[in-house]
C-alpha cells in the first residue's frame, strides 16, 4: 500500500462546477503540499498543509490530521484548471524527504 | 525575483554514458531537492542538499549523486546510464525547513 493514496485518478467536469480531490495518507506527517502540473512537466506549490483549512482565489485545501485526510476543492471550475494535481507529504521521520501520490488527472470541459 | 533554473531543458544519451544537470535556485534559498518523475513511478524524491551538505537522499543507486556549491547552485550527475533512466528530472528550492517548494522547469532525459 502506498504512503500516500488520492482519488480519483481521472476526473472530468463540466466548467462552472465544484470538484474536490482527496488524498489519503498512512504515516506522521509535518507537511502536506499539493502540486499543479500542467503538459510540460512543470509543477506550482498550490499549498502547504500542517492543519486547518487555506483558501486562495478558488481554490480551498484542508487537512485533518487525526484522520489522516487532505482535501484539495475548486470552486467554479474553469478549462485552464486542467492539469494533473499531486498530494505529498513530508513525513515526520524522514526530515525534507516529500512522498508524492500518483495525482489526479483533471480535466475541466467548456 | 527569477525563478529556479534547470539547464538543459533536454538531452537525449545512450547507455553507459553519464550525465550532468544543473539547478540554479531563487536568490536567497540554500535548499535544492532532486526528484525523477516517471510514467511508471510517478514523481520520486532523489536527495536534498542544504547549504552544501546532503541533507537526505531517497531509494536510488550509488549512479545517482548532486552537489551542491555555496552559490547553492546545485548539479546532479547520473553515471552509466540505463534505458530506465529516461525520465523528467526536477528540482526544486526552498529556504529550508517545511516550507513551499518552487520547482524548475525540469530537464526531460532520453537514454537510447
Known amino acids: 500500500k502506498n504512503e500516500v493514496e488520492q482519488s480519483p485518478q481521472n476526473l472530468t467536469a463540466q466548467e462552472g462546477e465544484f470538484i474536490t480531490i482527496n488524498c489519503s495518507y498512512s504515516v506522521g506527517i509535518s507537511a502536506l503540499h499539493w502540486l499543479q502540473q500542467h503538459p510540460g512537466g512543470g509543477i506550482v506549490s498550490l499549498f502547504m498543509?500542517?492543519?486547518g483549512k487555506k483558501k486562495h482565489g478558488r481554490l480551498i485545501a484542508t487537512i485533518n490530521i487525526q484522520e489522516k485526510h487532505s482535501s484539495l476543492h475548486i470552486t467554479a471550475s474553469h478549462p485552464r484548471d486542467s492539469a494533473v494535481y499531486i498530494c505529498a507529504v513530508r513525513s515526520e521521520t524522514s526530515g525534507s524527504r516529500l512522498t508524492f501520490g500518483e495525482g489526479t488527472q483533471l480535466t475541466v470541459n467548456p | 525575483k527569477a525563478g529556479v533554473t534547470q539547464t538543459p531543458r533536454y538531452l537525449i544519451k545512450t547507455r553507459g554514458q553519464q550525465v550532468t544537470l544543473s539547478c540554479s535556485p531563487i536568490s536567497g534559498h540554500r535548499s535544492v531537492s532532486w526528484y525523477q518523475q516517471t510514467p511508471g513511478q510517478g514523481l520520486q524524491f532523489l536527495f536534498e542538499?542544504?547549504?552544501?551538505?546532503?541533507?537526505n537522499k531517497g531509494n536510488f543507486p550509488g549512479r545517482f549523486s548532486g552537489r551542491q556549491f555555496s552559490n547553492s547552485r546545485s548539479e546532479m550527475n547520473v553515471s552509466t546510464l540505463e534505458l530506465g533512466d529516461s525520465a523528467l528530472y526536477l528540482c526544486a528550492s526552498s529556504s529550508g525547513g517545511p516550507s513551499t517548494q518552487y520547482f524548475g522547469p525540469g530537464t526531460r532525459l532520453l537514454v537510447l
Open positions: 498543509l500542517s492543519s
Open positions: 542538499y542544504f547549504s552544501e551538505t546532503q541533507r
